[in-house]
């Protein structure tokens, strides 16, 4: 019998690990593929919600678990983080010797697994390269870790093609759409009293899902961003008399994200009609876009997974500046008035033929079968620089 497959997949953060669920259950249940779980980042913080544990409760075991955050979320904190990933990771990969890492996204914690992989010689599988964040210093590290992955799994056409552009190889690059897609297609979710139950919180005539989060390379700070929201929130709530509600969900550990989370905790404290949870997994969150009059923030949340529900998006900002976007897709400027306008625009608009470019739902099937494909993934690590004329 040939020996199994090590396909090592890591996670930091509660967002990208529902984008991962079905693609680890996929290889999971593949009986020429071994799963490895390496858990870090926001997912070992009890400031985020000990998100690890929802992992083990999926069915799944962790084989190993990586301390890199520290306290501070300053830029210099951030860098020291990033330091201690790298050397988390090295020893994490010397000990399961993967025989290929999967990494998703654009984190800073993805980043360090990448550099470390690199010099450990473990082919990276990257999943959603050659998108553009012109908002977010995210945008460098994605580019960043593409040059450092040896197979590319992008989401649609045109980030195909920029990763051509970056001088990969053709041969290499797979547009299987978004793993975003899978859950929405295939988790079951929560009815309306379910959700409310979910949240303790009970939804009103207008209903709003609210996701802000750091924004690292903009000249208006993330701070004033948010207040700014808070004042176009404040607004519509004077008219339409507290009849609208406000569901937020907490912000990434990026630079101030604490200092947002502080902020959004004493909105709520201050509104009767708002309700905040650090995380709500992924069954209660697509179940709140279900139920949701609109999706408001500045997350890729509202560009990959919304336009699936036909519901709109208030994209706050730069942050997401770049991406393809559908046709519910209503951008703003991170002022009150402008936020505001932008959210009664989504209330009035009509998404019932909205078509979401990334995809159809079926990208982590996708993925195993390319992973499969190959009997030996060490040929990849040496490439050449592609030529585009």
């Known amino acids: 019998m040939a020996k199994k497959r090590k396909i090592c997949v890591v996670t930091g953060t509660r967002a990208e690990y529902g984008l991962l669920y079905w693609l680890m259950k996929e290889i999971q249940a ?8 390496i858990a870090t980042g926001m997912h070992l913080s009890p400031e985020f919600g000990l998100t690890y544990k929802v992992i083990g409760e999926d069915g799944f075991v962790i084989n190993d678990k ?12 951030i860098a020291k ?23 998703l996204g654009d984190r800073f914690e993805i980043l360090a697994a990448a550099q470390a992989a690199l010099v450990a010689r473990v082919p990276v599988a990257h999943i959603a390269g050659g998108d553009v964040t012109e908002g977010a210093f995210d945008d460098a590290i994605r580019h960043s870790i593409t040059k450092m992955s040896h197979l590319h799994f992008v989401t649609n056409e045109l980030a195909a093609q920029r990763v051509r552009q970056m001088g990969e190889n053709p041969a290499c690059i797979n547009n299987v759409g978004s793993p975003a897609i899978d859950n929405i297609k295939r988790l079951p979710l929560l009815d309306k009293n379910q959700l409310e139950d979910k949240l303790s919180f ?17 000249e208006i700070p993330s701070e004033q961003q948010l207040q700014e929201l808070f004042a176009a929130l404040e607004g519509l709530s004077g008219e339409m008399a507290g009849n609208i509600g406000f569901v937020f969900t907490g912000s990434n550990a990026d630079p101030a ?18 309700v905040l949870h650090t995380s709500l997994g992924q069954v209660a969150y697509l179940s709140a876009i279900r139920y949701v009059d609109a999706v408001v923030g500045n997350s890729s949340s509202g560009i990959y997974e919304v336009p699936s529900f036909n519901k709109p998006t208030v994209n706050i900002g730069d942050r997401q500046k770049g991406r393809l976007m559908a046709s519910s897709v209503i ?8 936020i505001k306008e932008a959210i009664l625009q989504a209330f009035a608009l009509d998404c019932s033929n909205v078509i979401n470019p990334y995809g159809t739902g079926d990208s982590s099937r996708q993925i195993v079968n390319v992973l499969k494909s190959f009997s030996c993934y060490r040929s990849l690590l040496k490439k ?4 585009v004329f």
């Open 257 to 274: 994200g604490r200092a947002l989370n502080g902020l959004i905790s004493e909105f709520v404290a201050g509104c009767a009609n708002a």
């Open 66 to 77: 990586i301390e890199m955050l520290l306290s501070s979320d300053t830029p210099v904190g």
């Open 202 to 218: 009970k939804l009103r005539s207008k209903n709003l899902l609210i996701t802000f989060h750091p924004v690292t390379l903009e």
């Open 81 to 103: 983080s990033i330091g201690l990933a790298t050397i988390g990771f090295a020893d994490a990969l010397d000990r399961l010797k993967p025989d290929i890492l999967v990494l």
């Open 384 to 387: 050449c620089f592609y030529e």
């Open 331 to 338: 951008n703003c400027q991170p002022r009150a008035e402008d």
């Open 30 to 37: 593949d009986p020429e593929l071994e799963l490895q779980i």
